[in-house]
């Protein structure tokens, strides 16, 4: 049997921008994580438990990166706009295509 585990938020798709490294962001944002833990390497069980605690962290804000306060939206708003012009310069195009 096999164990998967996530390649890392620098080696993910599209500069991240999937739900491993959404979730992998926002710890950073809460400082749950810090920024140089890409989680290469994590298995699932591993995953689930960051996912609990992002899960925590973003409920006082009704998981609305408006809610946030200050430096955290500032935080999260600089965190993503960095990888969607990394994304966007390596080709990814947000639009959906017509299966999606």
């Not at 996530?6 to 739900?19: E, F, K, M, P, S």
């Not at 962001?25 to 290469?40: G, H, K, N, S």
């Not at 080709?91 to 959906?96: A, I, N, R, S, T």
Request: proline share 5%; aromatic share 12%; hydrophobic share 35%.
């Amino acid at each position: 049997m096999t164990v998967q585990t996530y390649v890392g938020i620098d080696q993910d798709t599209n500069a991240g921008l999937t739900h491993l490294g959404r979730m992998v962001r926002d710890a950073w944002v809460f400082d749950i994580l810090p920024e140089t833990e890409t989680c290469a390497g994590w298995d699932s069980a591993r995953m689930q438990n960051l996912y609990e605690q992002v899960y925590a962290a973003w409920e006082p804000y009704a998981h609305l990166p408006s809610r946030l306060p200050e430096e955290l939206r500032e935080r999260h708003a600089r965190f993503y706009a960095q990888a969607i012009t990394t994304a966007r310069d390596e080709g990814w195009d947000p639009e959906l295509g017509e299966d999606e």
